[in-house]
């Protein structure tokens, strides 16, 4: 698929299909509950926790892009992996990426040890961990890349095919990319899902998630989970983010180009030791990502000198980033993902998921570049004070 053809999709999603005045944008369905025709014969939809009309545009538009079957539009990007859970019984393996999103690996960890399922925890990257895991055979392989925070890159087909190799699912974390740079079912996955919170609503007003499946067939079996548990997402929630969706392609590509001035600044920057961007092409997954994405997003993530005294610092003088959890709207964001977003995982995982106390992470928003720059240098000239 083109970028044209991804732009073409997002733009247009429910555009002309209001039947009775001729919207250009699709109206907004708010009502809980829907008039029969008559006795026993129900319209398209009766009730909005099982469909809603507004919701429905949103995940047909997702499902597109992704190139998927079925689109499954739920309450947070945790309830859509959570939905993945209900396929899972208490004999089934699972296989989790072990620097996965700080929420995912608290979910499975949590439900494995209440004895929902049984759990392996792997580097996927480490070629031997990965097929003594998938020789168990697992029933589902969780995979997240890039990964958060260290954006370490996992070769998605080859995962596939080794998963399916042993008749193993394979469910993709999209969120950091969005399916304007990354599309999992093309590269053999299954599932795909994201939180909507992030890029593909983009501007930091809904919290949501959506699924999508290759297959009807799996996709029909989750979306009558999501609405037997009751995790669909609301129908403003889902006309926010359809509205958000229209400029991901062009918001994407501004993400990007500033991105790549942070990365470069950053890495000769004297008070950084490391940065991780999988831009650079001494970045481990620089190859990877560029064969499987059609670019290097707009996340990165650096060590600063001094410790978390020297962030603390670097927090505290910065003007255009704000120190918030989160990522993918419109605005720089910074974090501290050991007190933050992997603040549920004991201090040891974090250490060998390579989690630090002086890691920052940053989401590099659309400001104009030279206020990001320029605050940068101020911010981290200040972070070496007295160290
Ligand atoms: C935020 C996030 C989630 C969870 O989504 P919520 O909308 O916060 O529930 C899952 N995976 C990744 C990679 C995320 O960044």
Redesign the pocket.
């Given at each position: 698929m083109t970028q044209n053809k991804i732009a073409t999709i997002a733009v247009r999603a429910g555009i002309n299909t209001d039947e009775h005045h001729g919207a250009v944008i699709p109206a907004i369905h708010l009502s809980s509950t829907y008039a029969l025709k008559g006795f026993n014969d129900k319209r398209q939809f009766d009730y909005s926790r099982t469909g809603n009309p507004t919701r429905a545009t949103f995940a047909q538009a997702i499902a597109d892009l992704e190139q998927g079957a079925v689109g499954i539009v739920t309450s947070?990007?945790?309830?859509?992996?959570h939905l993945i859970c209900q396929l899972l019984s208490t004999e089934d393996l699972v296989v989790i990426p072990h620097d996965?999103?700080g929420?995912?690996f608290r979910l499975f960890t949590h439900l494995a040890k209440r004895g929902q399922f049984k759990l392996i925890v792997v580097d996927q990257n480490n070629e031997q961990a990965l097929s003594q895991a998938l020789a168990q055979k697992p029933k589902l392989v969780l995979v997240?890349t890039p990964s958060?925070p260290l954006l370490r890159l996992i070769d998605i087909e080859k995962v596939c095919q080794a998963s399916h190799d042993v008749g193993a699912l394979v469910a993709v974390?999209n969120?950091?990319l969005s399916p304007a740079l990354q599309q999992p079912l093309l590269l053999g996955a299954d599932i795909v899902f994201h939180?909507?919170?992030?890029y593909i609503n983009g501007h930091s007003d809904v919290?949501?998630?959506v699924l999508v499946t290759k297959e009807q067939t799996l996709g029909e079996e989750l979306a009558w989970w999501a609405n037997c548990i009751g995790i669909t997402g609301s129908a403003f929630d889902s006309y926010l983010a359809l509205r958000g969706l229209k400029t991901l392609p062009v918001r994407m590509k501004q993400h990007q180009i500033n991105a790549e001035q942070v990365a470069t600044f950053l890495k000769s920057h004297p008070a950084i030791d490391v940065v991780y961007y999988p831009g650079f092409a001494d970045h481990p997954g620089h190859e990877i990502a560029k064969r499987q994405q059609t670019g290097f997003g707009a996340m990165m993530s650096f060590e600063v000198k001094g410790g978390v005294e020297a962030v603390k610092k670097l927090f505290a003088n910065l003007e255009f980033f704000t120190l918030a959890q989160?990522?993918g709207g419109v605005e720089s964001l910074i974090s501290h993902p050991s007190t933050m977003?992997h603040a549920g995982m004991e201090i040891a995982a974090q250490l060998e998921a390579g989690i630090t106390q002086s890691l920052v992470r940053i989401s590099v928003g659309i400001e104009d570049i030279e206020d990001i720059l320029a605050d940068l240098q101020q911010g981290l000239a200040a972070s070496q004070i007295g160290i």
């Amino acid at each position: 698929m083109t970028q044209n053809k991804i732009a073409t999709i997002a733009v247009r999603a429910g555009i002309n299909t209001d039947e009775h005045h001729g919207a250009v944008i699709p109206a907004i369905h708010l009502s809980s509950t829907y008039a029969l025709k008559g006795f026993n014969d129900k319209r398209q939809f009766d009730y909005s926790r099982t469909g809603n009309p507004t919701r429905a545009t949103f995940a047909q538009a997702i499902a597109d892009l992704e190139q998927g079957a079925v689109g499954i539009v739920t309450s947070t990007g945790m309830s859509s992996v959570h939905l993945i859970c209900q396929l899972l019984s208490t004999e089934d393996l699972v296989v989790i990426p072990h620097d996965c999103y700080g929420g995912s690996f608290r979910l499975f960890t949590h439900l494995a040890k209440r004895g929902q399922f049984k759990l392996i925890v792997v580097d996927q990257n480490n070629e031997q961990a990965l097929s003594q895991a998938l020789a168990q055979k697992p029933k589902l392989v969780l995979v997240e890349t890039p990964s958060n925070p260290l954006l370490r890159l996992i070769d998605i087909e080859k995962v596939c095919q080794a998963s399916h190799d042993v008749g193993a699912l394979v469910a993709v974390d999209n969120t950091f990319l969005s399916p304007a740079l990354q599309q999992p079912l093309l590269l053999g996955a299954d599932i795909v899902f994201h939180s909507t919170t992030k890029y593909i609503n983009g501007h930091s007003d809904v919290v949501g998630g959506v699924l999508v499946t290759k297959e009807q067939t799996l996709g029909e079996e989750l979306a009558w989970w999501a609405n037997c548990i009751g995790i669909t997402g609301s129908a403003f929630d889902s006309y926010l983010a359809l509205r958000g969706l229209k400029t991901l392609p062009v918001r994407m590509k501004q993400h990007q180009i500033n991105a790549e001035q942070v990365a470069t600044f950053l890495k000769s920057h004297p008070a950084i030791d490391v940065v991780y961007y999988p831009g650079f092409a001494d970045h481990p997954g620089h190859e990877i990502a560029k064969r499987q994405q059609t670019g290097f997003g707009a996340m990165m993530s650096f060590e600063v000198k001094g410790g978390v005294e020297a962030v603390k610092k670097l927090f505290a003088n910065l003007e255009f980033f704000t120190l918030a959890q989160s990522l993918g709207g419109v605005e720089s964001l910074i974090s501290h993902p050991s007190t933050m977003t992997h603040a549920g995982m004991e201090i040891a995982a974090q250490l060998e998921a390579g989690i630090t106390q002086s890691l920052v992470r940053i989401s590099v928003g659309i400001e104009d570049i030279e206020d990001i720059l320029a605050d940068l240098q101020q911010g981290l000239a200040a972070s070496q004070i007295g160290i």
